[in-house]
Protein backbone atom coordinates (compact mmCIF):
# COMPACT_ATOMS: atom_id res chain seq x y z
CA UNK A 1 0.00 0.00 0.00
CA UNK A 2 1.09 3.66 -0.97
CA UNK A 3 1.26 5.70 1.58
CA UNK A 4 1.39 9.61 1.65
CA UNK A 5 4.53 9.71 3.27
CA UNK A 6 5.74 7.42 0.39
CA UNK A 7 4.67 9.84 -2.09
CA UNK A 8 6.08 12.76 -0.57
CA UNK A 9 9.41 10.82 0.05
CA UNK A 10 9.39 9.56 -3.67
CA UNK A 11 8.36 13.58 -4.96
CA UNK A 12 11.47 15.10 -2.34
CA UNK A 13 13.79 12.14 -3.93
CA UNK A 14 12.77 13.50 -7.59
CA UNK A 15 13.35 17.29 -6.74
CA UNK A 16 16.57 16.61 -5.08
CA UNK A 17 18.10 14.15 -8.13
CA UNK A 18 16.95 17.15 -10.92
CA UNK A 19 18.65 19.67 -8.19
CA UNK A 20 21.77 17.78 -7.61
CA UNK A 21 24.04 19.52 -10.70
CA UNK A 22 23.40 23.05 -8.98
CA UNK A 23 26.13 22.14 -6.89
CA UNK A 24 28.27 23.05 -10.26
CA UNK A 25 27.61 26.81 -10.36
CA UNK A 26 29.88 26.97 -7.04
CA UNK A 27 32.75 28.48 -9.25
CA UNK A 28 35.44 27.14 -6.86
CA UNK A 29 34.29 23.93 -7.01
CA UNK A 30 33.60 23.62 -10.45
CA UNK A 31 36.99 24.82 -11.37
CA UNK A 32 38.98 21.97 -8.65
CA UNK A 33 35.98 18.88 -9.16
CA UNK A 34 34.51 19.64 -12.92
CA UNK A 35 37.04 21.08 -15.17
CA UNK A 36 35.51 20.66 -18.19
CA UNK A 37 32.03 21.85 -17.26
CA UNK A 38 34.01 24.48 -16.08
CA UNK A 39 35.41 25.36 -19.50
CA UNK A 40 39.05 24.34 -18.83
CA UNK A 41 41.80 24.16 -21.65
CA UNK A 42 45.31 24.39 -23.14
CA UNK A 43 47.42 26.38 -20.35
CA UNK A 44 48.40 28.90 -23.10
CA UNK A 45 45.07 29.48 -24.23
CA UNK A 46 41.79 31.62 -22.95
CA UNK A 47 38.57 31.39 -23.69
CA UNK A 48 36.58 34.22 -24.38
CA UNK A 49 33.09 33.96 -24.32
CA UNK A 50 29.75 36.58 -24.48
CA UNK A 51 26.10 35.78 -23.17
CA UNK A 52 22.75 37.14 -23.71
CA UNK A 53 22.85 38.52 -27.60
CA UNK A 54 22.87 38.96 -29.90
CA UNK A 55 21.27 42.51 -29.44
CA UNK A 56 21.89 45.05 -32.34
CA UNK A 57 22.09 48.14 -30.13
CA UNK A 58 25.48 46.59 -28.43
CA UNK A 59 26.81 43.37 -30.73
CA UNK A 60 27.97 45.24 -33.63
CA UNK A 61 30.68 47.23 -31.14
CA UNK A 62 32.09 44.43 -29.73
CA UNK A 63 32.46 42.40 -33.52
CA UNK A 64 34.22 45.40 -33.88
CA UNK A 65 36.59 45.40 -31.44
CA UNK A 66 37.30 42.05 -31.44
CA UNK A 67 37.79 42.45 -35.85
CA UNK A 68 40.50 45.25 -34.88
CA UNK A 69 42.30 43.08 -32.11
CA UNK A 70 41.98 39.71 -34.69
CA UNK A 71 40.29 37.53 -31.80
CA UNK A 72 37.67 35.18 -32.48
CA UNK A 73 35.11 35.01 -29.56
CA UNK A 74 32.48 31.92 -28.12
CA UNK A 75 28.95 33.85 -28.23
CA UNK A 76 26.03 32.03 -26.37
CA UNK A 77 23.24 33.14 -28.21
CA UNK A 78 19.10 33.43 -26.17
CA UNK A 79 17.29 31.65 -29.05
CA UNK A 80 14.49 34.60 -28.88
CA UNK A 81 17.57 36.96 -29.48
CA UNK A 82 18.42 35.38 -32.69
CA UNK A 83 15.26 35.22 -33.90
CA UNK A 84 14.85 38.95 -33.90
CA UNK A 85 18.45 39.17 -35.55
CA UNK A 86 19.11 36.40 -37.95
CA UNK A 87 20.90 39.28 -40.39
CA UNK A 88 23.16 40.18 -37.10
CA UNK A 89 23.83 36.27 -35.93
CA UNK A 90 25.01 35.50 -39.96
CA UNK A 91 27.33 38.43 -39.53
CA UNK A 92 28.72 36.85 -36.87
CA UNK A 93 29.33 33.76 -38.08
CA UNK A 94 30.58 34.51 -41.38
CA UNK A 95 33.28 37.06 -39.54
CA UNK A 96 34.50 33.41 -37.66
CA UNK A 97 33.03 33.79 -33.76
CA UNK A 98 31.58 30.90 -32.69
CA UNK A 99 28.06 30.40 -32.40
CA UNK A 100 26.26 28.63 -29.49
CA UNK A 101 23.29 28.30 -27.43
CA UNK A 102 22.15 29.92 -24.39
CA UNK A 103 18.56 28.75 -24.09
CA UNK A 104 15.12 30.01 -25.57
CA UNK A 105 14.19 32.45 -23.14
CA UNK A 106 16.78 33.33 -19.62
CA UNK A 107 14.99 31.45 -17.14
CA UNK A 108 16.39 29.11 -15.05
CA UNK A 109 16.00 26.07 -15.97
CA UNK A 110 15.93 24.58 -12.65
CA UNK A 111 12.26 25.37 -12.60
CA UNK A 112 10.93 23.42 -15.34
CA UNK A 113 10.41 19.85 -15.58
CA UNK A 114 12.00 17.63 -18.36
CA UNK A 115 10.15 18.18 -21.15
CA UNK A 116 10.38 21.89 -20.71
CA UNK A 117 13.95 21.91 -20.91
CA UNK A 118 14.14 20.01 -23.84
CA UNK A 119 11.74 21.91 -25.56
CA UNK A 120 13.59 25.25 -24.38
CA UNK A 121 17.20 23.83 -25.76
CA UNK A 122 15.68 22.14 -28.94
CA UNK A 123 14.34 25.36 -29.81
CA UNK A 124 17.23 27.59 -29.66
CA UNK A 125 19.29 25.18 -31.35
CA UNK A 126 17.14 24.81 -34.43
CA UNK A 127 17.13 28.48 -34.36
CA UNK A 128 20.56 29.20 -34.55
CA UNK A 129 21.08 26.05 -36.74
CA UNK A 130 18.89 27.43 -39.17
CA UNK A 131 19.93 30.89 -39.26
CA UNK A 132 23.77 29.79 -39.63
CA UNK A 133 23.36 26.60 -41.23
CA UNK A 134 25.24 24.97 -39.07
CA UNK A 135 24.30 23.17 -36.04
CA UNK A 136 25.50 24.47 -32.39
CA UNK A 137 27.45 22.31 -30.08
CA UNK A 138 27.59 24.00 -26.89
CA UNK A 139 25.50 24.95 -24.67
CA UNK A 140 25.39 27.15 -21.23
CA UNK A 141 22.36 27.40 -18.84
CA UNK A 142 20.86 30.53 -17.62
CA UNK A 143 22.50 31.68 -14.89
CA UNK A 144 25.18 28.84 -15.23
CA UNK A 145 22.50 27.03 -13.07
CA UNK A 146 22.40 22.99 -14.12
CA UNK A 147 19.92 20.29 -13.89
CA UNK A 148 19.83 16.87 -14.63
CA UNK A 149 16.92 17.32 -16.83
CA UNK A 150 19.28 19.87 -18.94
CA UNK A 151 22.13 17.56 -18.65
CA UNK A 152 20.48 14.74 -20.18
CA UNK A 153 18.29 17.31 -22.50
CA UNK A 154 21.47 18.78 -23.65
CA UNK A 155 23.41 14.77 -24.43
CA UNK A 156 20.05 13.90 -26.48
CA UNK A 157 20.35 17.67 -28.44
CA UNK A 158 24.33 17.25 -28.91
CA UNK A 159 25.42 19.96 -26.54
CA UNK A 160 28.46 20.08 -24.64
CA UNK A 161 27.70 22.08 -21.22
CA UNK A 162 30.39 24.43 -20.82
CA UNK A 163 30.30 27.13 -17.93
CA UNK A 164 33.43 29.26 -16.99
CA UNK A 165 36.60 29.99 -14.74
CA UNK A 166 36.34 34.02 -14.32
CA UNK A 167 33.35 36.25 -15.24
CA UNK A 168 33.35 40.48 -14.69
CA UNK A 169 29.95 41.19 -13.14
CA UNK A 170 29.11 43.36 -16.00
CA UNK A 171 25.33 42.90 -15.48
CA UNK A 172 25.34 45.41 -12.51
CA UNK A 173 24.23 48.79 -12.68
CA UNK A 174 27.31 49.73 -10.81
CA UNK A 175 29.76 47.36 -12.83
CA UNK A 176 32.89 49.84 -14.34
CA UNK A 177 35.67 49.27 -17.04
CA UNK A 178 37.76 48.79 -14.53
CA UNK A 179 35.80 46.75 -11.92
CA UNK A 180 35.20 44.42 -14.67
CA UNK A 181 39.17 44.03 -15.62
CA UNK A 182 39.74 43.82 -12.02
CA UNK A 183 36.75 41.17 -11.04
CA UNK A 184 38.29 39.22 -14.67
CA UNK A 185 41.95 39.04 -14.49
CA UNK A 186 41.91 38.56 -10.55
CA UNK A 187 40.39 34.85 -11.97
CA UNK A 188 42.16 34.98 -15.24
CA UNK A 189 44.94 32.28 -15.88
CA UNK A 190 46.03 29.78 -18.70
CA UNK A 191 43.19 27.07 -19.92
CA UNK A 192 40.81 29.71 -18.29
CA UNK A 193 37.39 30.60 -19.70
CA UNK A 194 36.28 34.59 -19.52
CA UNK A 195 32.55 35.33 -19.34
CA UNK A 196 31.14 38.58 -20.63
CA UNK A 197 27.85 39.84 -21.95
CA UNK A 198 27.67 41.73 -25.35
CA UNK A 199 23.53 42.77 -24.39
CA UNK A 200 21.68 43.78 -21.59
CA UNK A 201 18.44 42.33 -22.03
CA UNK A 202 18.46 40.71 -18.51
CA UNK A 203 21.55 43.21 -17.24
CA UNK A 204 21.00 46.28 -15.43
CA UNK A 205 20.63 49.10 -18.77
CA UNK A 206 23.78 50.02 -20.28
CA UNK A 207 25.30 47.53 -18.26
CA UNK A 208 27.42 46.18 -21.80
CA UNK A 209 29.09 49.03 -22.06
CA UNK A 210 31.41 48.38 -18.71
CA UNK A 211 32.26 44.95 -20.33
CA UNK A 212 32.89 46.76 -23.89
CA UNK A 213 35.40 49.05 -22.04
CA UNK A 214 37.01 46.85 -20.20
CA UNK A 215 37.76 44.09 -23.13
CA UNK A 216 40.88 45.97 -24.37
CA UNK A 217 42.28 46.30 -21.05
CA UNK A 218 41.54 42.43 -20.79
CA UNK A 219 43.08 41.61 -23.92
CA UNK A 220 45.92 43.34 -23.32
CA UNK A 221 46.65 41.16 -19.78
CA UNK A 222 45.89 38.08 -21.29
CA UNK A 223 48.82 39.31 -24.20
CA UNK A 224 51.15 40.59 -21.48
CA UNK A 225 51.04 37.18 -19.80
CA UNK A 226 51.77 35.04 -22.92
CA UNK A 227 48.01 33.69 -23.36
CA UNK A 228 46.40 33.38 -26.74
CA UNK A 229 42.66 34.46 -26.55
CA UNK A 230 39.97 32.69 -28.84
CA UNK A 231 37.32 30.44 -28.82
CA UNK A 232 36.03 27.73 -26.93
CA UNK A 233 36.85 25.41 -30.01
CA UNK A 234 40.20 26.34 -30.13
CA UNK A 235 40.72 25.93 -26.75
CA UNK A 236 42.24 22.57 -26.84
CA UNK A 237 41.38 19.69 -24.42
CA UNK A 238 38.80 21.51 -22.09
CA UNK A 239 35.22 21.74 -23.53
CA UNK A 240 36.01 19.62 -27.31
CA UNK A 241 37.87 16.81 -25.11
CA UNK A 242 40.29 16.84 -27.49
CA UNK A 243 44.37 18.17 -26.78
CA UNK A 244 45.50 20.21 -29.60
CA UNK A 245 48.58 19.09 -31.38
Same mark, same amino acid.
Request: charged share 30%; hydrophobic share 40%; with cysteine.
Given at each position: MITARTVRAVALGAVAAHAVPVASTFGPLRNRVLPRLAGRGRPDHVALTFDDGPDP !?????? &??LLDQRGVRATF? &? &?? $??ARRSPA &?? !? $?MAEAGHEIAVHGWLHRPLLLRGPLGTYDDLARARDTVAAITGRRPRLFRPPYGVMSTAAHLAARRLGLTPVLWTCWGEDWTAWATPSSVHRTVTRDLDGGGTILLHDCDCTSAPGAWRSALGALP !???DT?? $?RGLEVGRLSDHGSGPQGRPRR
Open positions: !RSTPHF &LKF &L &LG $EQ &LV !R $E !RILCA $E
